[in-house]
């Protein structure tokens, strides 16, 4: 022995697919067949995809249970010069899933963390929803205890950015219901089940649409909501904004009554049997 300490190792944070096989990346693959050690959430579901594409790398579980002991014990292995790799049941680790401890703790130990990127169900709904994507906020699972729920949904409810949560299919009629009662009928929604899978089903339209369209149906797999943001409205104009704007279109000889509340209506933003019921009690109509 020449007393010379091997290099540490790396810790490969690695996507997997959460449906479609075809979602794994080649360097996915690659990764996951040259690393010493595989940690996965469930050894049976990941033997599964290693076996898919014949990576016979030795595994060890890592899951919600036994994730800070593991932790500790697979980051001294990477300290030892051992690259290991973690993958989730699917998509990427540590998005609702097991992993943060273990990539805390090897940051904390000066272990280089290395993603390898791939699917996500967050970004998956999130694309196909039509919702804007320019400000999003992801908040995991949806409270399951109608009372947190409620709580969760009211705290939501004015935030102006799209958001993405999951859902359990049986849940889903009572959160549609809440979601109804605090979020209002007519915000949009978009259900996105089994993503990337044979049964894949994207379900758009406001929340009122939604419940009337999928009453009394079933739901199987998993489920990802995508929830518009609240929109911004404009202050209502004042009735001295509406007269004051009223009275300066008095002067063009051609525009009717009709004209000018039409136009006042337009550039306010404000309806026009509210202009029209001002002018009239003020006695500012003109012809």
Wanted: charged letters at 25%; proline letters at 5%; a positive charge.
């Amino acid at each position: 022995m020449n007393g010379i300490k091997p290099a540490r190792g790396i810790l490969y944070v690695v996507a997997t697919p959460i449906g479609n096989l075809e979602d794994m990346t080649l360097r996915a693959i690659r990764i996951l067949k040259e690393v010493g050690l595989i940690a996965a959430e469930d050894t049976r579901r990941t033997r599964h995809l290693l076996n898919a594409f014949g990576i016979q790398t030795p595994l060890v579980s890592l899951h919600d249970w036994n994730e800070q002991k593991r932790s500790v014990a697979l980051v001294e292995r990477t300290i030892e010069g051992v690259d290991v790799a973690y993958v989730s049941d699917a998509g990427t680790p540590g998005i609702s899933d097991p992993g943060y401890r273990l990539i805390n703790e090897a940051i904390g130990q000066g272990i280089r963390v290395i993603p390898i990127p791939g699917v996500s169900a967050v970004i998956t709904a999130l694309c196909a929803s039509g919702l804007p994507m320019d400000h999003f906020i992801f908040r995991g699972f949806i409270p399951s205890k109608t009372s947190l729920r409620q709580q969760f949904l009211g705290s939501i409810k004015n935030e102006p950015g799209t958001l993405v949560v999951y859902e359990s299919p049986r849940r889903l009629p009572a959160t549609l219901r809440d979601m109804e009662s605090i979020l209002g009928r007519d915000r949009r929604i978009v259900i996105a089940r089994e993503m990337t899978k044979a049964f894949e089903e994207i379900q758009r339209g406001t929340v009122g649409e939604l419940i009337e369209t999928l009453s009394g149906r079933t739901f199987k797999g998993e489920i990802s909501l995508v929830i518009a943001g609240r929109k911004e409205t404009k202050p209502s104009a004042t009735e001295e904004e509406i007269q004051g704007q009223y009275r300066s279109l008095l002067a063009d000889p051609n525009l009717s009554r009709r004209d000018r509340i039409a136009r006042v209506a337009r550039q306010l933003g404000v309806s026009r049997r509210q202009v029209y019921q001002l002018i009239l009690r003020e006695g500012s109509g003109g012809t």
